[in-house]
């Protein structure tokens, strides 16, 4: 354990006994705490029973975003044999997803997280209901008979499997390492896609994946990520607030005298932002349009892309599985080197060069399709698949970065709620761009429409240039208003909400901010 100069220290509190065992408490020159001395060994025996370290629950939070990844990104090759089996229209089948969308990042992100927070709900019971809900939304799938049969099972019961699964994860990684969350939370947050490689292989395969005994693969499929779902629920547990780990000394940090790459590059927030306070902020907003804007390309891309080839030609080759499944493959993997990019060039730059490279790369991807060069579009999608998801990777590493680990769970459910909107464009909006440019009226919207939709070349030409200037706006915005907040902001921020300024906020603090407003500067 590192040795506490008592100069660097606004206050120390010694020896403090908690159910884990004793700590100290700290106070840097922001007035932020840091809980220190509790070992996650201590912590889970006494949550879970027995003792874990933080790597096997970097495996338990990869677990939670492998298994809950399935009905999100195997939607695309899964939902392909069910709509034409079943007689739904397209526009019913992109519909089901914006569904799925809607009950995964509002309801199951925002609302159990809340719980979580608030100690009502345990992670170890929040993942054994996402694991029972898995097997009832593939149930579900197997026999819809009718568009309405998918909305309820796969949809709404398995977007709030898949929202609890996902928000389990990430807080997992975001809470017990504040020293060192860059390819940690990459690591696992990737698995939110590779995680359905093996069944999109499948569901690609006619000999495996066929009309006569599509059900059997469904109801396995669910039982399968059930089970995993179920085991990582033996893994994880949440860490005490301010917690911070014994061996990183957190006023160093705070001063800038750690040796951390990472924590140089990505130094911690300057204060436990509660979710009201990261809505009074500039860049708590900035996130929230620039995360709607990126993930609606990123979920265009998602499950538009094979759509697309298939509509150039391409399904039923190699290169059509190897664009379908390898887009999602690349995204996984993507996402920890990501983080660990971020780890030297910090997060905010990383952002936007991973914002411009996906919007850019999707003009690539049209450009293949359209001269129908297969082998070229297969090489783009996974190229730019491996940039795709990092609006997910990155709304967890930024508002832990800005705003504190605390309130992570809830302050990362309100950008993310917006995925309703971004699901809405990659689904049912962009179908219906599809549509009008197309030629055809609300008829083929609505599934009143009796003929068959063929969408021409210059309506997926709009779609994707939609999708493109999302993306290239999302970047803009992180670039210009996205830059951590300082203690003068949080200042600020709590005067403007009519709150008291905490007693921990250093006196010093407070002075500098009101010269800094009296001198009209500021960042």
Request: glycine fraction near 12%; charged fraction near 15%.
């Amino acid at each position: 354990m590192f040795v506490i100069v008592e100069s660097d220290v606004e206050s120390v509190a010694r020896n403090i006994k908690s159910p884990y065992g004793t700590y100290s408490l700290l106070k840097d020159k922001n007035g932020r705490q840091y809980r220190v001395g509790e070992s996650p060994g201590d912590i889970t025996k006494r949550v879970l029973g027995y003792r874990i370290s933080r790597r096997v629950m970097v495996l338990g939070a990869w677990m939670c975003f492998f298994f809950g990844s399935v009905l999100e990104y195997g939607w695309g090759s899964a939902s392909t044999l069910v709509i034409s089996h079943y007689g739904w229209t397209t526009v019913e089948g992109f519909f089901n997803y914006t569904v799925y969308v809607l009950f995964e990042a509002t309801v199951a992100a925002y609302i159990f997280s809340r719980l979580r927070e608030k100690g009502l709900l345990s992670l170890r019971r929040m993942l054994w209901l996402g694991a029972a809900l898995l097997i009832i939304s593939y149930i579900f799938f197997a026999n819809a008979f009718a568009a309405w049969i998918s909305y309820v099972g796969y949809a709404m019961i398995g977007g709030l499997a898949s929202g609890l699964a996902y928000a389990a994860g990430g807080g997992v990684i975001s809470k017990w390492f504040p020293d060192k969350r860059g390819w940690r939370l990459g690591l696992a947050n990737g698995a939110w896609a590779y995680g359905a490689v093996p069944f999109i292989i499948i569901y690609t395969d006619p000999k495996l994946f066929y009309a006569a005994d599509f059900q059997f693969i469904l109801y396995l499929t669910g039982t399968i990520i059930a089970i995993g779902l179920f085991i990582a629920s033996f893994l994880v547990c949440d860490a005490p607030k301010n917690w911070w780990p014994a061996e990183v000394d957190p006023i160093a940090v705070a001063n800038g005298r750690s040796k951390s790459r990472e924590l140089k590059a990505n130094p911690p927030a300057v204060a436990q932002f509660t979710t009201q306070e990261f809505f009074a902020t500039r860049q708590g907003k900035a996130q929230m349009i620039s995360f709607t804007l990126a993930l609606a390309a990123s979920l265009f891309n998602v499950s538009l892309y094979a759509p697309f080839g298939a509509a150039m030609g391409f399904s039923g080759g190699i290169a059509f599985t190897v664009g379908a499944a390898g887009f999602a493959f690349t995204d996984g993997i993507g996402r920890p080197t990501q983080g660990w990019i971020s780890t030297f060039i910090g997060r905010r730059k990383a952002l936007t060069i991973f914002y411009l490279l996906m919007g850019i790369g999707g003009l690539g991807v049209l450009a293949a399709g359209l001269a129908h060069q297969a082998i070229i579009w297969a090489i783009l999608a996974v190229l730019t698949g491996a940039v795709s998801g990092s609006c997910f990777v990155f709304d967890w590493l930024i508002i832990s970065d800005y705003f504190g680990e605390n309130n992570v769970a809830t302050n990362w459910s309100v950008p993310y709620m917006l995925k309703v909107f971004g699901g809405a464009f990659g689904g049912i909006g962009a179908t219906t761009l599809l549509v009008f440019a197309s030629g055809y009226g609300w008829g083929a919207v609505t599934g009143t429409f009796t003929g068959t939709v063929t969408y021409t070349d210059l309506s997926w030409i709009l779609a994707f240039l939609v999708a493109t200037i999302f993306a290239l706006i999302a970047a803009a915005l992180v670039w210009f208003y996205e830059k951590k907040p300082t203690i003068e902001e949080y200042i600020k921020v709590r005067e403007k909400l009519g709150l008291p300024i905490p007693s921990s906020v250093s006196q010093p603090s407070r002075e500098l901010a009101e010269s800094t407003e009296a001198s009209g500067g500021g960042e």
